[in-house]
């Protein structure tokens, strides 16, 4: 096959890429590359990886709390054996050719060492600076001043040695050289004096590396806009007058108020918040929109309402609401109805009440009257601005920007750059979410690995463990290692006489206190003395399994153990942090939980993790756009596709359009060469006229059977892609179809593009069909559309007079720019209420159109050559079905509805199955050629193993217990358990239920259901975790009385 | 009855200056910042609105842009720099036109060949005038009253105004038959006497400019000027036999103070107008139209004009004090002729009506408001 990309000279491919930016998007990118066997190094300018997100206290239009949800993927990536992080990274030069390049980073002093430092953060404490207090107003301050806090955008401070957040990853220390007392003046040196692990190193120097990469990604973000840079709203004059950013610090648990919602000012409850739109968007300096701030302000009232009072005034002040992706719209109308106020217009300047400090700020009323309200404070919904390194980053890598200052892209190759081999994706190319963001990673990963398919696994090693030892039929012999984690726990935990307790335990031959359980030299103790005293079950009384819990895994299987006989006691998370305050009480909890953690040790059984053959083939439903470029992707990366389209022809939707609104490129030519290329690609197999009959199986091994004209066709594969897409929806409203001068908008592109389009006065009408009770969705397309189509109409005939009545102009990014054009060119756009649409009415064959102008408030008719309707774009009626043969969800508006809205947005819950284009919200072609390729990164990370392995710890059916009573299959979230029936030996028709262990996550509802302990899950039986139960119900024994009563123990016992 | 959008109007009022209303997304920034608009005026986005919309009969039947005195405030807060103040300057002028039923204004206002061609033609015809029909020229001493007879100069300036009030009133007569009667509910007389005191309180002290912006200096200014024009035109018009002796009065004599505070203060301010509008620093004066240049440069050359008559006359120069008092007149007249009935003169008429109309307008929406509900309510407003 040929790579869509040039080979390089020598025709080397490294199988390694540079991800330059450790923000949600370049974390993405790390997993999808490592997944699929290529090597990473992550570049993070900052101290950490994990961007803004990690800001974020929650996120919309879900509300999940936003680190929760992106906690896991740090911890992955901390671990991952594939995934080097550089921190402090500045790249500063590229030399070579696509496929084989070499990279130079410059590499900061952390001035702590990274291997020795364990993240327990001593030296934090240790830093005098970190104890300053703020000088008085008035007060002359000689004295150094606190630092501020650059993770809680300044409203609280922090010392000059720090982690910048507790889930930060790398989780070490950093000093900042330019505050630190002893970079400045010889003296102090308190962190390194406090510092257990000896991480402190003052002397470290910048260090160069040189990387060689097949590709590179770039990904560095963005960065807010400088609210100063408009004094009108008082931003650093008024205190109460603060950024989203802040405020979404303010809301966060781990922020400066601990997630008390006060005004900083006077640490009061605010009781009127308003929040102002477009600051730094929209306006004439900065000609695009911030895609983001209408949906953050949204979800930044919804959450100041819940943390204080329903009662609680929320007014966002806006212009248009820009509620255009998926699920948005139902939040908007939620905040609406759960009484968030919108008012309609653009406050000119915010002024202090000098007295109270509240603000005032004077706009009109939807009613058009004049108003001048308080609030207690005002947050400024300031907009995306081009990552500071823009500039620098373009220069290195030779990348054009555009005039905005963001990466400059091309619709067909969104996430390509002028420079082959250097790849862009997130806002670094347009303001954008998290969702599209993560898409365009995953999409740019896609176009590396067709750029280096035959380097995927070259540079990944395989670990190597030394033979298991067979514990079975052995008495249990415990070893319990309990960490001081520096002063974390032993501050609280008086750790020595958990030892001591814990040495007097069953089956407990050996007990011992580390200092950092998780350093490299305590891990070498806990192997030798595994080997040493024999030892066949650990237990780790520390910090969190989520986190840990692999590391001390590895040191098992290092040691010759079984990783699964191990069980860990979360003594710092739940001692030493919540009864900080209760030393005593914390010790006695936590020798609670290492008897819990041993009751069950005793009963581990080792488990085997199975391996299952993954087939490399993959199933592409949908020949429309998305479809094509996926499949297309996934065949230059080596895979053979199976592309399924109902209709006789390939293209779907796309064939409609005629024009971007970025003008240039022509849709049908891109449509025609991607089809050709399908076509002639030897491992593409084209099947068109083709419907699905049944998809059975599961990741990695599917087949599914085609109907076609010639008859019936099986494939076997091991992952789908669905892009179905969307269509245009037939109005029935304003004399469509009634009245042959009532068009929709891809009606009048077909005759725009004919040249047959000849009308004076044109109407176009949004929203038809959308955002009504119907289909409460925006179509995301129209207002994209009808700006292009208007702009056309204008280019054709610039005495065409275009009226366009709209909801809410919803040109987000770039877009907005066009509708200044529009504007300018003497489009005129005017708003019409939901509840007062535009009448349209035909006399002696002649249309007019009847509306409100709202803001004149006057009552108006226009005559019309043509109506066009903005008509809403609809899913497929087909979806349910293949809903149904793929077991995945669909939303209530009948799109594909993916497993996290935020994080996942091309992933199902079932596993194996991806989702790109309209099948998943209407999008533009763009964002669809850039999900089709983050669904074929997504795939190829399943399809680029052999086998698939699965977690030990999942659902088994006890046969001798199981009677097929079937409770456990309907409550299985995963569709892993079916009923089977089957005929005895004594000719009776039996019936017994089934695990998938490829669905199963082994979440123990199965378990849970059961009334015959027919089902368990392995490494937490019934009788495992009976175990534990019974301990922690143990009256605890005190050093004077008797050790508690040796029980029976036996392996498998209960089983 | 729905109004008809007129797609035409947009480009009309363009050809009255500067109107930049196309990057504008109608936010409401400018009408929220601007200190004069209110509920009942939500000026400038609405007067924006109905161009941009192309909502011809209610801009004319707007007041609002004669309630702006345009301190810029809008301009320079609108995140799209669209300019509202100087696009409301222009609606003041494509309002006068429209007023105008000879449709002289328009053609002034719309070509600057008309405007210097007919300011040419009346001067013109003034130096004829004054070629054909001027008294003996003493040559030994200054005797001006016999150059120009002052019952002669009298009756022209009494015959000047009667035809220039025609002109004037008359378009007043459209002013207010498009913005107090047709189409809108018409105000009751009741209104109409009630707020008379602000017609004249808004022409005397034009007070609603004080309350323009934040800076009030604009309007002592501009207080200042009126002044000393309004009590050149009472000197001129009324007393003429007075004011324009041939005797030298004693310096106390207020025929001498009266004028020269008259002269000081049209000559300081409007070449202090002139001067702002070549500097360009502020944002009011970013758009200079050709009428904004042409009434403060002839009101500063009818003052320096005059001025220079009574030095010369001063200073016993006989040829002199003739020949620039005939020019004196040469710039005067068509200023006059051109400018009040039909140029940037008639604000001194528009504005105060309309202020005084607002007034009527919110006077009358509060009787609606306080008088019974039902059919009585209704009938009690005479038509």
Redesign the interface.
Same mark, same amino acid.
């Not at chain 2, 009855?1 to 959008?5: D, F, V």
């Given at each position: 096959m040929t790579p869509m990309n040039p080979p390089s000279k020598n025709g080397r491919k490294v199988g390694a890429a540079l991800v330059v930016g450790g923000g949600i998007g370049g974390m993405q990118a790390a997993l999808d590359f490592a997944a699929a066997g290529i090597k990473v190094f992550l570049a993070e300018s900052g101290p950490c990886i994990g961007g803004v997100m990690a800001q974020l206290d929650k996120t919309f239009p879900t509300n999940d709390c936003a680190m929760c949800t992106m906690a896991p993927r740090l911890v992955e990536i901390s671990r991952h054996k594939d995934i080097d992080i550089l921190t402090l990274a500045d790249v500063e030069k590229i030399e070579g050719e696509p496929g084989d390049f070499k990279v130079t980073v410059k590499l900061r002093p952390r001035y702590v060492d990274e291997e020795k430092c364990t993240g327990c953060g001593a030296c934090a404490i240790a830093c005098p600076l970190g104890k300053l207090k703020a000088p008085k107003e008035g007060e002359s301050s000689k004295k150094p001043k606190p630092i501020p806090d650059e993770y809680n955008q300044g409203l609280s401070t922090r010392p000059a040695v720090y982690i910048p957040y507790p889930q930060a990853i790398p989780n070490c220390a950093v000093v900042d050289a330019e505050h630190c007392l002893h970079m400045s003046t010889g003296k102090c040196k308190l962190c390194q004096k406090a510092c257990k692990a000896d991480a402190i190193v003052f002397d470290q120097k910048e260090e160069r590396v040189v990387l060689e990469v097949g590709a590179v990604l770039v990904a560095p973000g963005y960065e807010l806009f400088d609210p100063r840079l408009k004094p009108?709203y008082g931003y650093g004059i008024h205190k109460n007058v603060i950024t989203s950013i802040e405020f979404e610090r303010i809301l966060s648990a781990s922020g400066p108020f601990l997630g008390k919602v006060q005004r900083p000012s006077d640490k009061a409850e605010p009781k009127r918040i308003a929040f102002i739109q477009?600051v730094g968007s929209?306006?004439?300096e900065r000609d695009y929109c911030s895609a983001v701030c209408c949906m953050y302000a949204t979800k930044e009232a919804l959450l100041a309402k819940e943390h204080l009072s329903e009662h609680l005034e929320c007014e966002v002040f806006f212009?248009?609401l820009r509620a255009f992706s998926k699920g948005f719209d139902e939040y908007y109308q939620r905040a609406k109805k759960l009484g968030v106020k919108y008012t309609?217009?653009?406050? @000119? @300047?915010v002024e202090e009440v000098p007295e109270t400090k509240n603000l005032r700020i #004077?706009? +009109?009323t939807e009613d058009?009257?004049?108003a001048v309200k308080e609030f207690d404070l005002v947050v400024l919904s300031v907009g995306l601005r081009p990552a500071p390194s823009a500039q620098t980053l373009a220069q290195t890598f030779g990348l054009k920007l555009n005039p905005h200052g963001f990466c400059a892209t091309e619709a067909f190759a969104p996430m390509d750059t002028g420079k082959p081999g250097v790849f862009v994706a997130g806002a670094f190319t347009e303001p954008k979410d998290i969702p599209e963001t993560v898409i365009q990673a995953s999409g740019a990963v896609a176009r590396i690995l067709e750029l280096l398919p035959e380097a995927k696994g070259t540079l990944i090693e395989e670990k190597q463990y030394p033979p298991e030892t067979d514990v079975a039929g052995q008495e249990p012999r415990v070893g319990v290692f309990v960490c001081h984690c520096g002063t974390n726990i032993a501050s609280v935990v008086d750790v020595p006489k958990v030892v001591e307790y814990a040495k007097r335990l069953p089956n407990v031959v050996h007990a011992e206190n580390v200092v950092y359980a998780c350093a490299n030299d305590s891990q070498e103790k806990i192997k030798k003395t595994i080997v040493e005293k024999k030892l066949n079950r650990v237990v780790v009384s520390a910090c969190t399994p989520r986190t840990h819990e692999p590391l001390f895994r590895n040191s098992l299987q290092e040691a010759g153990l079984n990783a699964y006989l191990f069980e860990m006691a979360n003594i710092r998370d739940q001692c030493s942090w919540v009864h900080m305050h209760e030393p005593e009480q914390a010790t006695i909890k936590a020798k609670d939980l290492v008897r819990m953690a041993v009751s069950k040790a005793r009963l581990l059984e080792p488990l085997k993790k199975k391996h299952v053959p993954v087939h490399k083939d993959v199933l592409v439903v949908g020949g429309g756009l998305s479809g094509l470029t996926a499949a297309r992707s996934l065949a230059g990366q080596g895979f053979t596709v199976h592309l399924v389209e109902k209709e006789a022809e390939l293209g779907g939707a796309s064939r409609l359009l005629r024009y971007l609104l970025e003008g240039g490129l022509d849709p049908q030519r891109h449509l025609d060469d991607l089809i050709s290329e399908v076509r002639s690609r030897l491992n593409i197999h084209v099947h068109t006229g083709a419907s699905i009959a049944s998809i059975a199986g599961f990741i990695g091994n599917f087949t599914t059977k085609l109907k076609t004209a010639s008859g019936e066709e099986e494939i076997r594969h091991g992952a789908v892609i669905v892009a179905t897409g969307a269509q245009e929806h037939r109005p029935e409203e304003y004399l469509y179809g009634k009245n042959p001068g009532v068009l929709t908008q891809r009606e009048l592109e077909e005759r725009l593009a004919q040249g047959s389009c000849k009308a004076k #006065?044109v109407v176009m009408i949004q929203c038809v069909g959308s955002r009504d009770e119907k289909r409460p969705y925006c179509s995301r397309l129209c207002c994209g559309m009808a700006v292009k189509n208007a702009l056309k109409l204008k280019a054709l005939d610039p005495a065409a007079?275009v009226?366009v009545l709209y909801r809410d %102009?919803r040109t987000y990014g770039f877009r907005e720019s066009f509708? #200044?054009e529009a504007?300018?060119?003497?489009v %005129?756009?005017?708003?019409y209420d939901e509840d007062r649409k535009p009448e349209v009415a035909e006399s002696d064959g002649k249309l007019s159109v009847?509306f409100v102008?709202p803001? %004149?408030r006057?009552? @108006? %008719? +226009?005559?019309a050559d043509l109506v066009v309707l903005s008509a809403a774009t609809v899913p497929p009626l087909e979806n349910k079905e293949l809903a149904q043969h793929l077991k995945v969800p669909l939303d209530q508006n009948g799109f594909f509805l993916e497993a996290h809205m935020k994080l996942r947005p091309v992933d199902f819950a079932t596993d194996g199955v991806f989702l790109c284009g309209m099948a998943h919200y209407p999008k533009t072609m763009e964002e669809s050629i850039a999900q089709a390729g983050a669904a074929a990164a997504r795939a190829a990370s399943v399809l680029a193993n052999e086998t698939m392995e699965l977690e030990a710890t999942l659902s088994e059916v006890v046969d001798e217990n199981c009677d097929g009573c079937a409770y456990c299959v309907e409550p299985c979230p995963y569709k892993a358990v079916t009923l089977l029936e089957y005929k005895a030996s004594d000719g009776a028709i039996k019936k017994i239920v089934e695990v998938n262990e490829s669905a199963c996550k082994g979440c123990g509802v199965c378990q849970a259901t059961c009334p015959k302990k027919g089902i368990v899950v392995r490494g937490f039986r019934l009788d495992q975790i009976a175990a534990q139960s019974e301990a922690v119900l143990q009256e605890q024994a005190s050093p004077e009385t008797p050790e508690p009563a040796q029980q029976p123990v036996g392996a498998g016992e209960g089983v | 009855?729905?109004?008809?959008?007129d797609?035409t109007l947009?480009s009309e009022v363009r050809k009255y200056g500067h109107f930049d209303v196309? =990057?504008?997304? =109608?936010?409401?920034?400018? =009408? =929220?910042?601007c200190a004069l608009?209110?509920?009942s005026a !939500?000026f400038p986005?609405?007067s924006m609105?109905?161009v941009?919309?192309? !909502?011809r009969e209610?801009l004319l039947a707007s007041l609002d842009p004669w309630l702006c005195y345009y301190c810029g405030?809008c301009s320079k807060?609108c995140?799209?720099?669209t300019e509202p103040g100087e696009s409301m300057m222009t609606l003041r002028r494509f309002l006068t036109a429209q007023y105008d039923w000879t449709g002289l204004s328009a053609r002034m206002y719309q070509s600057p060949a008309w405007e210097l061609g007919a300011l040419a033609a009346v001067g013109a015809f003034m130096a004829l005038l004054i070629a054909l029909f001027h008294g003996p020229m003493v040559m030994d001493r200054v005797e001006l009253n016999t150059f120009a007879p002052v019952m002669t100069v009298h009756f022209f300036d009494w015959a000047m105004a009667a035809v220039l009030s025609f002109f004037l009133l008359s378009n007043v007569a459209r002013m207010i038959w498009n913005t107090m009667f047709r189409g809108g509910s018409a105000a009751p007389l009741q209104s109409y006497i009630e707020e008379a005191w602000s017609l004249a309180w808004n022409g005397a002290t034009q007070i609603r400019f004080r309350e323009c912006g934040k800076n009030t200096a604009r309007w002592a200014k501009h207080f200042l000027l009126v002044t000393g024009y309004g009590l050149m035109f009472v000197m001129i018009v009324l007393f003429l036999p007075w004011f324009q002796t041939d005797a030298i009065h004693p310096i106390w004599h207020p025929q001498r103070w009266l004028g020269y505070y008259a002269t000081a203060v049209l000559a300081v301010f409007t070449a202090e107008i002139l001067w702002s509008r070549m500097k360009k620093e502020e944002q009011i004066h970013r758009y200079s139209d050709l009428s904004d240049w042409l009434f403060p440069i002839l009101l500063l050359l009818t003052t320096l004009t005059g001025i220079a008559v009574h030095i010369f006359r001063y200073a016993g120069w006989p040829l002199a004090t003739y020949y620039a008092y005939a020019v004196h007149l040469i710039v005067c007249v068509p200023m006059l002729v051109i400018e009040v009935p039909f140029g940037k003169w008639a604000h001194l008429t528009y504005r105060p009506l309309a202020a005084y109309f607002q007034a009527v307008r919110e006077n009358a929406a509060r009787r609606r408001e306080q008088a019974p509900a039902g059919p009585q309510g209704a009938e009690a407003q005479p038509a």
């Open positions: 009108e477009c929209r306006d004439h212009m248009d309609r217009c653009r406050p @000119a @300047a #004077t706009y +009109l058009e009257r004049k #006065t007079n009226y %102009v509708y #200044t504007r300018q060119k003497g %005129v756009f005017i708003r009847r102008e803001i %004149v006057q009552e @108006a %008719v +226009l005559e | 009855m729905p109004e008809k959008i797609p947009i196309d =990057a504008c997304y =109608a936010c409401g920034s400018c =009408a =929220a910042v608009s209110k509920d !939500l986005r609405k609105r109905h941009q919309v192309g !909502l209610p405030d807060t995140p799209r720099q």
